[in-house]
């Protein structure tokens, strides 16, 4: 059984910052992709930001410039750097993790728990 950890999140004003983390545990023998998703009330869930195994990046148009991801694969933990929030950005995140595990070998998309971002204007 893999699990996914995440902390970090809060509640901030608006022009502040938050850092993500979200470390796997378990079964693992690769980690493919990770990737953050968010969900508001009423919204649909929705691609933050996402990064590969040879780290390239893919990033919401309404995020770009204000966020970025990062991954240690040593430690099997991806974080997201949230600057220049805003009451937009105001939702549960989750990651999500793309890894091949073993007993027996096979690849699962695994989801977090969430952590509540709250952004005050």
């Known amino acids: 059984q893999v699990q996914l950890v995440e902390s970090g999140g809060g509640l901030v004003q608006a022009g502040g910052s938050l850092r993500l983390s979200c470390a796997a545990s378990?079964?693992?023998?690769?980690?493919?992709?990770m990737g953050w998703y968010r969900q508001a009330p009423g919204r649909q869930r929705e691609l933050v930001a996402s990064i590969s195994r040879g780290e390239t990046t893919t990033y919401a148009n309404s995020v770009k410039g204000r966020f970025t991801i990062s991954r240690d694969n040593a430690k099997n933990t991806i974080y997201l750097q949230m600057n220049s929030l805003e009451a937009e950005d105001t939702a549960v995140y989750y990651c999500?993790?793309?890894?091949?595990?073993?007993?027996?070998?096979?690849?699962?998309?695994?989801w977090g728990q969430g952590t509540l971002v709250t952004v005050s204007s």
């Open positions: 378990g079964n693992i023998a690769t980690i493919n992709r």
């Open positions: 999500n993790v793309g890894a091949i595990v073993t007993g027996p070998y096979r690849y699962l998309e695994i």
